[in-house]
């Protein structure tokens, strides 16, 4: 079975600070890993995908097969950064579900 | 952007009633739609697959009689819960599958809070 694990619920930094969201995954495949986030009262949006190595708001996430991991990073951190953030697994092929990470509360700190 | 809407955005029903949730995609054609499911505090759960024109296809342990699932067009996806309970209260969110960039990407939709009493 599929898993996606985010350890941390809630992450504290202050403006200016690095950032970094940790995601692994438990798959047997080759997967599809995605970050999503979802702002205050707004809906879930797609962030990044590791398929197209893009840099999104000046966030990155690199696909270590070896460690199974996604994290995501940040070398400077800002205040609009503050949302809800889901790491999310997809099987190959693009026509399955996702399954979702429980999601790590980030908050920048003035 | 491809844009997903929910209706309505929250609902409150009896015990034993059935309620109906309709996503659209408003403007982008999707053969596929999914069906998620969040509680409070929790992550999204992945119910069901929606494929237009044919059958639902369902996550382990989602009851299929419970959750009725119809996506009769491109545009279209509903989901009805039937003889709804107290504990069927969720955040429902649908998403809409869409190609962006040559990706098959998901659109999501705003979702739909229930309450049922």
Known sequence: ?110 | GAVVSQHPSWVICKSGTSVKIECRSLDFQATTMFWYRQFPKQSLMLMATSNEGSKATYEQGVEKDKFLINHASLTLSTLTVTSAHPEDSSFYICSASGRTGGYNEQFFGPGTRLTVL
């Not at chain 1, 999310?88 to 700190?109: E, V, W």
């Open chain 1, 1 to 110: 079975a599929q898993r996606v694990t985010q350890p941390e619920k809630l992450l504290s930094v202050f403006k200016g600070a690095p950032v970094e969201l940790k995601c692994n995954y438990s798959y047997s495949g080759s997967p599809e890993l995605f970050w999503y986030v979802q702002y205050s009262r707004q809906r879930l949006q797609l962030l990044l995908r590791h398929i197209s190595r893009e840099s999104i708001k000046g966030f990155t996430a690199d696909l270590n097969k070896g460690e199974t991991s996604f994290h995501l990073k940040k070398p400077f951190a800002q205040e609009e950064d503050s949302a809800m953030y889901y790491c999310a697994l997809r099987s190959g092929g693009g026509a399955d579900g996702l399954t979702f990470g429980k999601g790590t509360h980030l908050i920048i700190q003035p």
